[in-house]
Each structure stands twice: as C-alpha cells, then as structure tokens.
C-alpha cells in the first residue's frame, strides 16, 4: 500500500467489520447471503447501479442470522424521505435492528437527466433530507406531532392510519456517503456514519475527511466516535504474479472510470493527478475505454488501492484503516453463492483483517 496508518483515531474498536456486495437481486440472492454469512463477513452490502436497492436488502436480512445488510448506497433525492423512512422502518422491524441506511447524492447529471429530479448544492440537501427521516422516525416512535419544514422538504401530516406498528428495537442507523470535506462535515453534524468513496486513499480519510468529520460534530455538540467510517475502495490481490497483475489493472479501469468525472476530481488534486481528470473525462466522451485504462499508473492504484497476496492485503486492511474505520469492503469471492473453492482461504483472510 505504501502508506502509513493514520494516526486520528475516531473510534474505540477492537475489531473492524468486514463487508461484501449483494450484486443486485437474482435468483441466486438467497444463496449469496448464505455463502457471505459462513465465511465470516459481517455485513451484505446491496447498492444502486442497475438495480434497486432495497430489495435485495430484505432477502439479505430474511436468509441471514447475524449479518448486518445496508443499502450501499440508496440515491437519495429521486426518493422521498417518507417513503425511505417507511421502508427502512419496516426493513428495521423485520431484522430485529439488523438494518442500515446508506444514501449517496450522485451527481447533477444523473439526477437531473436520469432520474428527472430537479438539482442543488448537495451537502446542505442530504443534511435536510436525514433531519426529515429522522423527525418522521421521531413521530412513529413517540407519537409527538410531525412538523418538519425545511427549504427542499416539508413533512407535517401524520395520521393513525399511516403510522407503522411500534419497533422493539432502535431506527436504523443512516450513513452518507461522500469524497469531499462537505459531505463528511454534514456526516459528523447529523448522521451515524459516512460511506467512504473509493477514491478516499487512507492519507486523504487523515488529512481531509477526519478533520471535515470532527468540525460537523463540534456543531451538534457530538463526540466525533459517533460517526463511524466505513472504507469501500479498491483491492488487488493475486498470490502469482500473473493474477495480481490482472487484478491491478482491473482496479486501474475502475479508478480510470472514477477519475474522468469532474466532481471527484479534488482527491486526485490531493495526490497531485489532477490533470489525468481532463483526459480521462475526454477519453470517456469519445468512448475511449481502453486509452483510459493505460493512463492510470502504478503508483495510483497502489496509492487509493490495497495491492498484494491475499494475506498482505488482509494485514494492510487492518494495520491501515483499523485505526479509523468501522468497516471495510473486501469482496475476494468473485462469484458469491457459486464459488466455494475458496472458502477456507477466504474466512482465513477475513479473519486477519477484522484484527
């Protein structure tokens, strides 16, 4: 990896969670959970590509007895919070408190081009739309009368018929995800975790998301250990020199595909590439695929990514992001369900990396 352990911890955790993707909902859902669960990962992970998210969270909770299952993330603003309170209520209830809700922002093109939903500054709208779930929880929780009026969402008409039977156990935790130091203050300020973007090298979660972090608590009067960071980047592990090759470029062409949109283009400034975002961003206009994958260098999948044998990995995971994060993404089984050949290597691995 290359890069030292950070040294601002923000959590007092013996272990570190270790969590893998639901790869959408198929018929093969209920045999991914199982797998996922006997190899020892704590929690699925089901996001929003093409497919909907929250569906496979609830096979995820139903065929599983301990993991965690979070949406990773749920795109937030083309869904009202009532509705996304509604259903992490239920999903809540249903798992006896097993349940997570991630929600990201996506970029303007996306909202306004394929979703139709209307864009602006997102920070300060995520803040407002996780203060809503969180009031519209409030009221299911102790009947207080529900009066949230914000500047993008207002929420004040709450009848009996409408309100979810009780919960015996706590609303869902929500985590935002985020790669600059305005998302990761409004983390800090409101919610209980944030979801790292892969583009987040442990230098850059040290030296600019940490401090983002500790600032947004210091305004809700909050311990910063309150929000946990969760770390979902880039692993290349391969125990020939071959296999690690392949794996190495198969990072470079998702770091390649990150690093031609403009709006992540401040964590390559951070590392000093930020003129690879202009070519990348050309290239992948031209539909230039394979040109975009040659430009990514060693230096910078090694530098956002954790590179090397299984076992080097797994050590670098904990000795790198243990000190300041929750969780961290390691999905080392290609075919989840399908592929046991494995399964002892892997629960080893994952063994290492919790600490």
Same mark, same amino acid.
């Given at each position: 990896?290359?890069?030292?352990?950070?040294?601002?911890?923000?959590?007092?955790?013996?272990?570190?969670?270790?969590?893998?993707?639901?790869?959408?909902?198929?018929?093969?859902?209920?045999?991914?959970?199982?797998?996922?669960?006997?190899?020892?990962?704590?929690?699925?992970?089901?996001?929003?590509?093409?497919?909907?998210?929250?569906?496979?969270?609830?096979?995820?909770?139903?065929?599983?007895?301990?993991?965690?299952?979070?949406?990773?993330?749920?795109?937030?603003?083309?869904?009202?919070?009532?509705?996304?309170?509604?259903?992490?209520?239920?999903?809540?209830?249903?798992?006896?408190?097993?349940?997570?809700?991630?929600?990201?922002?996506?970029?303007?093109?996306?909202?306004?081009?394929?979703?139709?939903?209307?864009?602006?500054?997102?920070?300060?709208?995520?803040?407002?739309?996780?203060?809503?779930?969180?009031?519209?929880?409030?009221?299911?929780?102790?009947?207080?009368?529900?009066?949230?009026? /914000? !500047?993008?969402?207002?929420?004040? #008409?709450?009848? $009996? +018929?409408?309100? *979810?039977?009780?919960?015996?156990?706590?609303?869902? @935790?929500?985590?935002?995800?985020?790669?600059?130091?305005?998302?990761?203050?409004?983390? /800090? !300020?409101?919610?209980?975790?944030? #979801?790292?973007? $892969? +583009?987040?090298? *442990?230098?850059?979660?040290?030296?600019?998301?940490? @401090?983002?972090?500790?600032?947004?608590?210091k305004k809700s009067n909050r311990d910063p250990k309150e929000c946990e960071l969760l770390w979902g980047g880039f692993i290349a592990t391969g125990e020939t020199e071959e296999d690690l090759k392949t794996a190495k470029r198969n990072v470079a062409a998702r770091?390649?595909?990150?690093?031609?949109?403009?709006?992540?283009?401040?964590?390559?400034?951070?590392?000093?590439?930020?003129?690879?975002?202009?070519?990348?961003?050309?290239?992948?206009?031209?539909?230039?695929?394979?040109?975009?994958?040659?430009?990514?260098?060693?230096?910078?999948?090694?530098?956002?990514?954790?590179?090397?044998?299984?076992?080097?990995?797994?050590?670098?995971?904990?000795?790198?992001?243990?000190?300041?994060?929750?969780?961290?993404?390691?999905?080392?089984?290609?075919?989840?369900?399908?592929?046991?050949?494995?399964?002892?290597?892997?629960?080893?691995?994952?063994?290492?990396?919790?600490?």
């Amino acid at each position: 990896m290359g890069s030292k352990p950070c040294k601002l911890k923000t959590k007092d955790r013996i272990n570190m969670r270790i969590e893998t993707y639901i790869p959408g909902l198929s018929k093969n859902t209920i045999e991914i959970v199982k797998h996922a669960e006997s190899l020892g990962y704590d929690a699925l992970v089901s996001g929003e590509l093409n497919n909907e998210p929250f569906l496979p969270v609830l096979l995820g909770l139903e065929h599983s007895k301990k993991m965690i299952v979070r949406t990773g993330l749920a795109i937030a603003f083309p869904r009202s919070p009532m509705t996304v309170a509604n259903m992490g209520w239920d999903l809540q209830s249903f798992s006896d408190g097993r349940f997570q809700l991630g929600l990201g922002t996506q970029v303007k093109g996306h909202n306004e081009r394929r979703f139709s939903v209307p864009w602006s500054p997102p920070a300060p709208r995520m803040r407002e739309y996780i203060l809503a779930v969180k009031a519209i929880w409030n009221t299911w929780k102790t009947g207080e009368k529900l009066d949230f009026q /914000g !500047e993008h969402y207002t929420h004040t #008409l709450m009848t $009996p +018929m409408f309100t *979810p039977p009780p919960m015996d156990c706590d609303v869902p @935790p929500i985590y935002v995800s985020g790669l600059g130091p305005g998302m990761a203050r409004i983390a /800090g !300020e409101v919610a209980d975790g944030l #979801l790292l973007h $892969p +583009m987040c090298s *442990p230098k850059y979660i040290n030296d600019i998301i940490l @401090p983002a972090v500790i600032e947004g608590a210091k305004k809700s009067n909050r311990d910063p250990k309150e929000c946990e960071l969760l770390w979902g980047g880039f692993i290349a592990t391969g125990e020939t020199e071959e296999d690690l090759k392949t794996a190495k470029r198969n990072v470079a062409a998702r770091i390649s595909f990150y690093a031609s949109t403009r709006t992540y283009r401040p964590a390559l400034d951070f590392h000093g590439w930020g003129d690879i975002n202009e070519a990348l961003h050309k290239l992948s206009v031209e539909g230039k695929w394979e040109e975009m994958f040659a430009l990514v260098t060693d230096e910078m999948v090694e530098t956002l990514g954790f590179c090397g044998t299984g076992e080097e990995v797994a050590n670098s995971l904990k000795d790198d992001l243990g000190p300041i994060c929750s969780a961290a993404m390691w999905n080392e089984v290609e075919h989840l369900g399908a592929d046991h050949s494995k399964d002892e290597h892997v629960s080893h691995l994952i063994q290492i990396a919790k600490g």
